[in-house]
């Protein structure tokens, strides 16, 4: 069950083919839990990952969650992915499992929530504006002659 966990938990991490029975598997249960995520879970899974990737000894010198937020954050995406998992998408994740394609299905299905969370993340208008001021510290006659012959 932890290797199923760390499969769901780290899905940024690409995973080996299976056969093409188990890649139907894979496919249903992705589909599923992308259409079972709500908003409130996007927001769990973010949180979770920011509070995750501010360990990272690269980013130590910028402000850090708290011990109980940290903690909040892994129990609210725990119970995202628990409900995910054992309620909304129980039937896909069973046949995942029998079919032997539980880490990938688990991992390709998470791996799309968090892309769709963290698009989520740049639509929003504070963070679009941020994130468009880096242009402000990129030469861009630099840029455009790689387009010139």
Do not use: K, Y
């Amino acid at each position: 069950m932890r290797r199923l966990a760390a499969a769901a938990l780290f899905a940024m991490i690409a995973t080996a083919a299976h056969p093409a029975a188990a890649q139907e598997g894979v496919g249903d249960l992705e589909a599923c839990v992308v259409e079972a995520t709500t908003a409130d879970d996007r927001r769990a899974l973010v949180r979770w990952m920011f509070s995750a990737i501010s360990l990272h000894p690269e980013l130590q010198d910028l402000p850090q969650p708290t011990g109980a937020q940290r903690e909040e954050a892994n129990r609210g995406m725990g119970a995202v992915m628990e409900r995910l998992l054992a309620e909304d998408c129980a039937e896909p994740a069973r046949r995942a499992f029998r079919d032997g394609s539980a880490d990938q299905a688990v991992g390709n299905a998470f791996r799309r929530v968090g892309e769709l969370a963290g698009e989520g993340l740049f639509a929003d208008p504070r963070v679009a504006a941020e994130a468009s001021g880096l242009i402000r510290h990129v030469d861009m006659n630099r840029i455009v002659e790689l387009f010139l012959p």
